[in-house]
């Protein structure tokens, strides 16, 4: 066992770091990814008993969060000890900095096909006092209906602010090219489909591929409209009367009569 005194030697000598009070790090190098979880723990737990300690520059920061409700069936077999994905999932959307955060966090995590949307719920169903518990509620729901991006979500936020038919999300279509397709939003009582496009799209291959996909959906009989994802977000009213009058011309009733753009 080395004594205090070598200890304090060969950390001024560069050969051991300290990485933060009662941690040393054996070597002089930077941390592993695995080091680092193993570090984050007992300062964690440090951190909540007293005050949060500052790490090394080549550790991400930790930030403590106390929960009264951590069943075993929301922990992993692990080690560093840590929680299952979907608990990991549910905790950072209510601890996200915003809305547009939180429901991100929950849609990446099934579009990465990281959890379901099912294990998202059954953590949520014991969490009685969840931050954001609603609204990360009504996301897992619109994600189990089909919706895998921000972007579909605030499509279907959009849809019910204002009553319009409920779509179908990621429906399954074969393109005149035998390519498999899924459809962003689709009613298909009236044949109107809605494409939320996000930035890649401005790629010029991408570009092209989408004026071919479109091309095979009007011939098919379909009408589509196109939506980039920021306009969707930030003019949601234009998104949503253009909607309105693509599904009214293809025989939609709508339960409120239409306004006429140039009436206030």
Known sequence: MLSEARVRGRIRSGRWRSICRGILLAGNGRLTRDQQLWVAVPAARRAARTTLRRLPID????????????????????????????RALVDAAGWAAGVDEAQSVLAAGCQQRRVLPEELRAVLDVLPRAPRRRLIGQTISDIAGGAQALSEIDFLRLCRRHRLPAA????????AAGRNRWLDAYWREWRVQVEIDGAHHMDAKQWAADMRRQNDVWTSGDRILRFPAWLVRARPDEVA????????????TPTVPLRHPAQK
């Open 168 to 175: 179908d999300l990621q429906e399954h279509r074969v393109d």
């Open 241 to 252: 009367d253009t909607v309105r009058r693509a599904l009214v011309a293809a025989g939609w």
């Open 59 to 86: 550790m991400p920061a930790v930030l403590v969060h106390r929960t009264t409700v951590l069943p075993e069936a929301h922990l992993q077999r692990a080690r560093p000890p840590r929680t299952t994905t979907a």
